[in-house]
């Protein structure tokens, strides 16, 4: 496969799991706002510090305010990450890969452009509007990823597009969780209390995590629900269960199982092994934000790798000037 | 519900495909106007509509250039087809094989023996300067003497009911994407008419091409790609579509390192040699170590590679000469030169502003004729004498003193028309025809086309860049 091609499908699933991503985020924290208590402040804010834009928007918008939140997140084109961009760029790299995907996969991630392309053209949605609007978007990504495992073969390019796809997912659990961890709850004396369950079961469910929580551990926690979404090697969405589907497909890519071939198998390897052989209790004791902030620049470094061992046209070029030379 | 009235359709003098003079439905159309006159207006425009949106649903759409980056268009497609009877078509499709036989015996003579200057068939300075010449091709074959492997010119018919030929094109015609999606469309549309009326498939096309160009390695399993300039150039659906529907590698330039002067593609697992490419980009941008240097669509070494016969490129570079309208008038002559027959499918008289009696006739005339510019093409360029102002003529005019090797001009033709939809009534647009051929081991003319309409009330000018939109075009069997 071209390694443009390969680099391109990536990025198309990328972009697509960062959109639904965003969608999952705001609709729990619409859910979390109506079952706060009485006077309690809906909070905002946490939802772009999860994403990492905040210089961003601080740049852009005076104040933190529901309206503005959401506009930049979903709608914003001043935003490179907003949903409307997630999925344009997702497109944008669809069609680039025309050739690779199927007519299926085409068309519903075409579909899924213009039920967002029309919704940003709409002044002043209500909140029901807007709702609707991200159970759809949910539900439009997981289309795709439907129409994707049911007809694309296993061949290179799907294994690029689930690698982009599970690093992605990763990141954000690990973000989300770590919204939870050091911003939702201003104080201590609160840890325990029914605003930090609710908080909890609003984290559980923006990443789908709820039912199989409860299933597996039945009373909420916050060090069980951290061990869940990190730790777990059963639940599809934990940042470990991540890493061990993406060594799956690093492994098939380079044609290696023991040891690795190239940096990206190494470095997915050893930080999949620091995960496996952790302990909750050390990473709360430990700081979990620490943790967490670490893992975030891990995957950044494991991109970068894999972008460096398979996309790259770098030495190619270098070789190709070197003949000319010659 | 009120059903369809074609009563105050208007033929206003011109050729209709639908209605002859006395306003009787014709012979091809006998079946589809049956179905429509059970239909009422609010039911088509229903189906219209349908269209419309699966058009967008299959992301059939292509950028305008002069627009900003991102601003998307569809080709509109017209759901009443155009209908061609299969006595038409067999005449058709044996003047376009003569003429592209021709015309590439043409190009492997200009480029090699050169007799038909030496002949005085045609004058050795208007080929040779013509910028779409390429001098580095002079003693070169291409792979199987084919040069222009694939061809979509442009046909009308007059107002005497007769097809004319009004361009050629042999570097990279576009369209055949819509040709074979209008189809899938249109088969939705009326499933029921496909069933009744035997409508020639062109399903098989992207198959053929496919055939084509393995035809032209002695390779088991030649590596074929689709080379593109990118997904911002405005025939990108195209590109991408048949690299898809052939199973063919889709490149840009920057995808191929040419080492050894042999071709490679840069893949995930290293390189991979590459041996026809189908290209879509143009002469001047395939190569900047020989043509424009600025150019970063192209591959450095591709042009190397290819005439060390390494590489097929198809169509082969250096074909657009022809394209050049001033060869076109050429063309009769050179037809009867290379095949000793008379041409079949005429050309649309042509006025060459080169020759000095031609040029005065062109000034004189002007207000009555249309004004090419010989190396445009999407409709710029040009001046549609009838229609312009005096202002526009006068502009021209200077144009064609400056340098009348760049002008012809031919008489206004009034195009043929087919009913279309407009708004909530069915009134006449005019239209041509885009046929394709494919040139490998035969010469294979792809039984439908693109019919190009011009959707705004009263105008000729079809093409997408202008506000033309498209037909589906049935040709039937029997």
């Known amino acids: ?326 | 519900m009120p059903k369809l009235d074609f009563s105050a359709y208007d033929t206003k003098g011109f050729y209709d495909e639908m209605f002859d003079e006395n306003n009787n439905i014709r012979p091809n159309y006998q079946l589809f106007a049956e179905r429509l006159q059970n239909m009422s207006q609010k039911k088509l425009n229903t189906l219209q509509h349908a269209t419309d949106r699966a058009q967008l649903s299959f992301g059939m759409t292509f950028n305008v250039y002069s627009d900003n980056q991102g601003i998307e268009r569809i080709l509109h497609l017209d759901i009443i087809p155009r209908i061609i009877a299969n006595n038409e078509w067999n005449h058709l499709e044996k003047g376009l094989q003569q003429r592209i036989k021709a015309l590439n015996l043409f190009i492997q003579d200009i480029y090699n023996d050169q007799n038909v200057f030496k002949d005085k068939i045609i004058p050795k300075e208007m080929i040779l300067s013509s910028v779409s010449y390429l001098k580095e091709l002079v003693g070169f074959k291409p792979p199987k003497d084919i040069w222009c492997h694939i061809t979509g010119s442009d046909l009308i018919k007059g107002g005497d009911g007769m097809y004319y030929v009004l361009e050629d094109n042999l570097r990279c015609p576009s369209g055949v994407s819509y040709m074979l999606e209008n189809r899938e469309i249109l088969k939705r549309t009326f499933p029921e008419l496909f069933e009744k009326l035997d409508v020639k498939p062109v399903y098989n096309y992207t198959h053929t091409l496919r055939d084509t160009l393995e035809s032209l390695v002695d390779i088991d399993k030649p590596t074929v790609a689709v080379m593109t300039p990118g997904i911002y150039n405005s025939a990108y659906f195209e590109h991408s579509y048949l690299a898809q529907q052939m199973g063919a590698e889709l490149v840009e330039g920057r995808d191929l390192i040419v080492k050894n002067d042999m071709v490679y593609m840069i893949t995930t697992n290293g390189l991979k040699r590459v041996d026809v490419i189908y290209r879509r980009v143009d002469d001047d941008f395939i190569d900047p170590e020989v043509f424009n240097k600025k150019s970063l669509l192209g591959t450095p070494g591709l042009f190397r590679a290819y005439l060390k016969g390494n590489v097929v490129l198809v169509n082969a570079p250096g074909t657009g000469v022809v394209d050049d309208k001033a060869v076109y008038a050429y063309i009769p002559r050179i037809i009867k030169y290379y095949m000793g027959e008379d041409m079949i499918l005429p050309n649309v008289k042509t006025y060459i502003c080169d020759e000095k009696d031609d040029c005065k006739y062109v000034i004189e005339n002007i207000h009555n004729l249309v004004v090419k510019q010989t190396d445009a093409s999407g409709g710029y360029g040009m001046l549609i004498g009838p229609k312009s102002t005096k202002k526009e003529q006068e502009e021209f005019i200077a144009k064609i003193k400056n340098k009348p090797r760049n002008y012809i001009a031919q008489p206004m033709i009034n195009l043929s028309r087919v009913p279309t939809i407009a708004d909530n009534t069915i009134e006449g647009r005019h239209v041509d025809l885009r046929p394709y051929a494919l040139y490998g081991e035969d010469i294979k003319i792809i039984p439908g086309a693109l019919t190009r309409v011009a959707l705004k009330k009263g105008s000729i000018v079809v093409n997408s860049s202008q506000g033309g939109g498209s037909k589906d075009t049935w040709v039937l069997n029997s």
């Open chain 1, 1 to 326: 496969m071209l390694g443009r091609v390969a680099n391109t499908i990536y990025w198309m699933n990328r972009y697509l799991e960062r959109a639904e991503n965003y969608a999952r985020f705001m609709d729990v924290n619409y859910n979390l706002s109506l079952e706060l208590p009485p006077n309690e402040v809906e909070q905002w804010q946490p939802l772009v510090l999860i994403t990492g834009d905040w210089e961003l928007y601080e740049s852009l918008y005076p104040n933190v305010e529901k309206s503005k939140v959401i506009y930049f997140l979903t709608f914003d084109k001043e935003n490179p990450n907003s949903i409307f961009n997630c999925i344009l760029n997702s497109r944008e790299n669809a069609r680039a890969v025309r050739a690779e995907i199927t007519k299926e996969v085409w068309e519903q991630i075409n579909a899924l452009y213009y039920l967002v392309k029309n919704a940003a053209a709409k002044k002043n949605q209500s909140d029901k509007e807007l709702r609707r609007l991200f159970t759809d978007i949910k539900n439009g990504c997981q289309l795709v990823y439907g129409m994707y495992y049911a007809t694309i073969s296993r061949n290179e390019g799907w294994h690029f597009a689930k690698l982009g796809q599970i690093i992605e997912r990763a990141d954000k659990t690990s973000r989300v969780l770590d919204a939870k961890y050091h911003l939702l709850l201003k104080s201590p004396k609160l840890i325990g209390s029914s605003l930090d369950l609710i908080q909890w079961a609003a984290l559980l469910k923006s990443v789908s995590a709820f039912d199989m929580y409860r299933k597996k551990n039945g009373k909420l926690t916050s060090s069980g629900i951290a061990e869940f979404l990190i730790l777990d090697t059963e639940f599809p969405r934990s940042i470990l269960a991540c890493l061990l589907s993406a060594e799956r497909c690093l492994i098939t890519l380079s044609g290696s199982s023991v040891g690795f071939s190239n940096n990206a198998q190494r470095q997915l390897g050893v930080l999949k092994s620091q995960l496996e052989y952790a302990d909750i209790n050390d990473i709360i004791a430990n700081g979990m934000h620490e943790y967490l902030d670490n893992i975030q620049l891990k995957l950044n470094d494991i991109s970068s790798a894999i972008y460096n061992s398979f996309f790259s046209i770098e030495p190619y070029v270098q070789n190709q000037s070197q003949s000319q030379v010659q």
